[in-house]
């Protein structure tokens, strides 16, 4: 069964990729071995072979055959879309990519199948699984490959985005792009979004603006930071954490690390986040700068402790 | 890859192995040697070839085969007439390609392997890898990781000084390492606890001056359990939170979540301690407020305590500028 199925989607694919035109579906049951001959079941195996090209990668074009009257609904494998330019991967090349998918990826033998077409062997075993994956992220790749426009209801809105960055941060997927529903550049948590992402119909639908695009921001100073003005607040934290703060902080300025603490300098654009942030290091952290930011954490905590 | 794939991969192997096997030419490949490279066995590899060899024989003319299988005694060639380029990759293994090859390319030198590989199949896919898509995935726990991993090869006990953020608390460890293992985002290692012969679970980025001792260390229980996470029994508070704390609920695992009058929450989550509960409350604000609370936090009428305290450290070093 399972021979008969690989001998006949290999010859189906072989004869619609070779096709001048179209054929129909009583030419593709006469070439390609293996299908029932009553009429119902040939219609359903034949779906479910169209069904498995597609979720293969390959595109099905159905048009109508050239010279029928009334007209029939014929396929073929549009040429040079079936395929892909070939991308000359070195030896030293295909194994460093095997190594990584197999480190890295999803685990479910997407990465596995994608180095088979590129003309690598088997992977090693291994436990992969970093990079989870799911129908919102791939769409929006496609999206992102193909300059098409993605549809996708977050936060409660509909929106029209064109991607410009897909981002993989504190294992999470992020998506940052011009939201025309709000005329700004977004950035999106993809396991947030609502519902489906769909990519439009129109490669190239966008340019993506010259310039770096900005990357996403996670640091919670400075998260969805165009609201406030841009201060520089200067921070104090407790000797004892002062190797795992500076861990976690990045590049930000380091105005001393020594036995009395570490100070350090950061620009925030969003008070909120930033106070929520120093708040959680308890009393092994003091704003000591500006006047007015201090003044605003002094004024939070006298409510907070009454 | 056991020899029982799914059929999209069974598929793309077969292609896969025949385009191995045309690009040696006439001469063909031995046998073993293509079915190592393909993970399976000879048998195994036989039976696909004869497969393949089927396709396109019912064809009226033998030039609309797609490709010749020659199968000689230790050896194949193959020639493609058709299918001799890759077939498209589909969105979901253009993604696996490039997100697995960026994540490791960040630290690697701009002509290594897999800086090349990752180039020539961004270029292939139309996308640019590290400007349009860039990934930071941290695949063993960094330094730290490594070196406990060491640890545990060797049987050895490793000590480290240890931020306890739950009861924010720093001190010197010394623990039995059994298992590094990674939830969510971040990486731990669960070893047995020297000062109190308890399993405990450490988070990698909140240790410093790691070390592997001399002393050799037990070996960990054989049903470890390295997914676990959270912790089952600890006492449960219910808040009432204002709309603006709602990542709380985003943020940290909830028993419950029930939305209340003018988007305010209440949350029903579970406190690993009194100090956890006091810094989030110093977090959530005055607006929030504590409408149940379990015997074994405490009394509820100070839980302000962690915010009294920081008050105190601003009121000594004054309420202005302060610089150093």
């Known amino acids: 069964m399972a021979a008969n199925k690989l001998e006949r989607i290999l010859t189906l694919t072989h004869i619609l990729l070779e096709t001048p035109r179209h054929l129909t579906a009583v030419e593709i049951r006469s070439r390609v071995p293996g299908y029932p001959s009553e009429e119902e079941s040939f219609r359903r195996s034949f779906e479910r072979d169209k069904a498995e090209l597609r979720s293969m990668g390959i595109p099905l074009d159905v048009d109508n055959v050239p010279g029928t009257d009334p007209p029939i609904l014929g396929y073929r494998i549009p040429p040079g879309e079936g395929t892909l330019r070939d991308p000359g991967l070195a030896p030293d090349e295909l194994d460093a990519l095997r190594l990584a998918v197999a480190v890295i990826g999803s685990g479910d033998g997407t990465g596995q199948r994608a180095l088979l077409k590129l003309g690598g062997g088997v992977t090693p075993d291994t436990a992969g699984g970093l990079l989870v994956s799911d129908p919102a992220i791939e769409a929006a790749f496609e999206g992102l490959a193909e300059r098409r426009r993605l549809s996708f209801r977050y936060h409660d809105v509909d929106r029209d985005v064109d991607p410009y960055r897909l981002q993989f941060a504190r294992n999470r997927w992020y998506l940052v792009g011009f939201d025309h529903s709000r005329g700004a550049l977004r950035w999106f948590r993809l396991d947030r979004v609502q519902g489906e992402v769909t990519a439009g119909p129109t490669p190239g639908a966008f340019e993506r603006p010259e310039g770096e695009t900005p990357g996403l921001q996670l640091a919670p100073w400075l998260v969805g930071g165009d609201t406030d003005e841009t201060v520089t607040a200067r921070v104090w934290f407790d000797p004892d954490i002062a190797a795992y703060v500076r861990a976690g902080l990045g590049d930000v300025e380091v105005v001393g690390d020594d036995s009395d603490g570490l100070v350090v300098e950061l620009p925030v654009t969003n008070r909120e986040g930033f106070r929520s942030w120093v708040m959680s290091y308890l009393d092994r952290a003091e704003v000591l700068g500006p006047a007015s930011l201090r003044d605003e954490v002094v004024d939070w905590l006298t409510e907070v402790a009454e | ?324």
């Open chain 2, 1 to 324: 890859m056991s020899p029982s794939v799914d059929f999209a991969t069974r598929f793309q192997r077969l292609l896969a192995l025949l385009r191995h096997a045309a690009a040696r030419g006439d001469d063909g490949i031995p046998y073993p040697e293509l079915a190592g490279e393909f993970g399976l066995t000879v048998p195994q590899l036989v039976r696909e070839l004869e497969t393949a060899s089927m396709i396109g024989a019912d064809e009226v003319h033998y030039d609309r085969m797609p490709f010749e299988v020659i199968l000689d005694d230790d050896r194949v060639s193959v020639r493609l007439f058709s299918m001799d380029r890759p077939l498209r990759l589909t969105p979901a293994e253009a993604l696996q390609l490039v997100a697995s090859a960026g994540a490791l390319a960040n630290d690697e030198d701009e002509d290594s392997p897999l800086r090349r590989a990752l180039a020539k199949v961004g270029a292939v896919i139309g996308v640019e890898p590290g400007e349009d898509i860039d990934v930071e995935a941290d695949p063993d726990g960094g330094a730290s990781g490594r070196l406990l991993r060491d640890a545990i090869t060797a049987g050895k006990v490793v000590s480290f000084r240890y931020w306890s953020y739950g009861r924010d608390e720093v001190s010197v460890r010394e623990v039995d390492p059994w298992a590094v293992t990674r939830a969510d985002a971040e990486w731990y290692l669960i070893g047995l606890d020297r000062a109190s012969s308890e399993e405990r679970r450490f988070r990698l980025d909140r240790m410093s001056e790691l070390q592997v001792l001399d002393a050799t260390a037990g070996p960990g229980p054989k049903d470890l359990d390295t997914s676990r996470t959270g912790l089952p029994d600890a006492p449960e508070v219910v808040i009432d939170l204002p709309p603006d704390a709602r990542w709380v609920v985003e943020q940290l695992p909830t028993v419950a979540a029930v939305p209340g009058v003018d988007g305010r929450i209440t949350v029903t989550l579970r406190a690993t301690s009194r100090t956890w509960l006091e810094r989030l409350l110093v977090r959530v604000g005055p607006e929030a407020k504590v409408v149940d609370l379990d015997e074994r936090l405490g009394p509820p009428e100070v839980l302000g305590a962690a915010a009294s305290r920081m008050l105190d450290r601003y009121r000594r070093n004054g309420a202005t500028d302060r610089a150093r």
